[in-house]
């Protein structure tokens, strides 16, 4: 049975309808489009310890990948907007599966938030095998 290792909430201000997931020391980074430009996105990212169950409705898949971790830290940018805050999801150059997934959050005085919904897992292999 999956568990959830550790969690970060964070905001993104996203522009040009783009957020980018960033896996610190590797090139492989995940770049996720969006309808909104202008907007902030709300951001979830997870590290569990194997493939976590699906997060079910309101929820919609836009990204099921493998990534090769570089230093085992991720954050989340944008082009307007620097990562901030960063979380470690395992051991450096490891393989990590990757979820995405995505939903509407709403309106707010200012902009539409949309909520962004990352999920990464340990594979148990290195990435040479």
């Known amino acids: ?15 040009f309808g783009e957020l980018a997931v960033f896996f610190e ?6 770049l996720l489009e969006t309808a909104h430009e202008d907007d902030l996105a ?6 569990w310890d194997s493939a976590p169950p699906a997060p079910g409705d309101p929820w919609t898949p836009v990204e099921d990948t493998t990534v ?21 999801i395992g051991p450096p150059h490891f393989l990590y599966g990757v979820t995405a997934h995505t939903q509407e959050a709403g309106e707010l005085p200012e ?19």
Not at 25 to 30: A, H, L, M, P, S
Not at 111 to 129: I, K, L, M, N, V
């Open 68 to 88: 090769e971790g570089g230093t085992g830290w991720v954050t989340v940018g944008s082009v307007a907007e620097e990562a901030t805050r960063s979380m470690a």
């Open 111 to 129: 902009y539409t938030t949309e909520e962004e919904f990352q999920r990464a897992w340990d594979d148990r292999r290195s990435p040479d095998g």
């Open 25 to 30: 020391g590797n090139e492989g980074d995940i």
């Open 1 to 15: 049975m999956a568990r959830l290792v550790r969690g970060l909430d964070d905001e993104v201000y996203v522009q």
């Open 42 to 47: 709300l951001i979830r990212l997870e590290a």
